[in-house]
């Protein structure tokens, strides 16, 4: 069984930073992408960023140059270090993992969500 815990989320004024954290568990052999999707109320969710295993990264039109993803394989481990942050990033931030591979096979997972409120 594949656990991930997210950290990282709060409370910050516009121009803030933050930076999240997701940590993955359990009998984890590889994991393909790595990546942080949001949604705030009364939208629909959003892909944020997202690594994969060979380094490539992508970022959604809105937060490129003001987030960065990055990922420590040794530690199952995502980042996303967010700057100048805005009132419109304010949502909950959910971390997932496409293809991972364990004992059992290959299976995609989500993070319970982390709060983001950036007030201006």
């Known amino acids: 069984q594949v656990q991930l815990v997210e950290s990282g989320g709060g409370l910050v004024q516009a121009g803030g930073s933050l930076r999240l954290s997701c940590v993955a568990s359990?009998?984890?052999?590889?994991?393909?992408?790595m990546g942080w999707s949001r949604q705030a109320p009364g939208k629909q969710r959003e892909l944020v960023a997202v690594?994969?295993?060979?380094?490539?990264?992508n970022y959604a039109d809105s937060v490129k140059g003001r987030f960065t993803i990055s990922r420590d394989n040794a530690k199952n481990t995502a980042y996303l270090q967010m700057n100048s942050l805005k009132p419109e990033d304010t949502a909950v931030y959910y971390c997932?993992?496409?293809?991972?591979?364990?004992?059992?096979?290959?299976?995609?997972?989500w993070g319970q969500g982390t709060q983001v409120t950036v007030s201006s």
């Open positions: 359990g009998s984890i052999f590889a994991i393909n992408a």
């Open positions: 997932n993992l496409d293809g991972v591979l364990t004992a059992t096979g290959m299976s995609n997972y």
């Open positions: 690594v994969t295993r060979g380094g490539s990264i």
